[in-house]
């Protein structure tokens, strides 16, 4: 069984800054994409940004500029950098990867951004 583990959340002020990790059980490249997706109370889960296998990389548009997603193969994880943090970032970030049409969560980790 897949298992995704994210950590680096918290609270922080709008205009910071937070790195998001999340470290897979499996090797990270028999995965089609990996990504993360956000939650905001009372709305849905929404797209933030993916890497598919071969390394392209897509954003949301709300996020563009402001967020990178990056991989470590060696260390089975990929993260998101996340930078001029708005308190519309606030959300719990789940990541998320795919394989021969499964889709596998992490638990999530909360950002909370304050003005």
């Known amino acids: 069984q897949v298992q995704l583990l994210e950590s680096g959340g918290g609270s922080v002020q709008a205009g910071g800054s937070l790195r998001l990790s999340c470290t897979a059980s499996?090797?990270?490249?028999?995965?089609?994409?990996m990504g993360w997706y956000r939650q905001a109370p009372g709305k849905e889960r929404e797209l933030v940004a993916t890497?598919?296998?071969?390394?392209?990389?897509k954003y949301a548009d709300s996020v563009s500029g402001r967020m990178t997603i990056s991989r470590d193969g060696a260390k089975k994880t990929i993260y998101l950098d996340i930078v001029a943090l708005k308190p519309e970032d606030t959300a719990v970030y789940y990541c998320?990867?795919?394989?021969?049409?499964?889709?596998?969560w992490g638990q999530g980790t909360q950002v909370t951004v304050s003005s």
């Open positions: 499996e090797n990270i490249f028999m995965f089609n994409n």
């Open positions: 890497i598919a296998l071969n390394g392209l990389s």
């Open positions: 998320n990867a795919d394989v021969l049409s499964r889709h596998y």
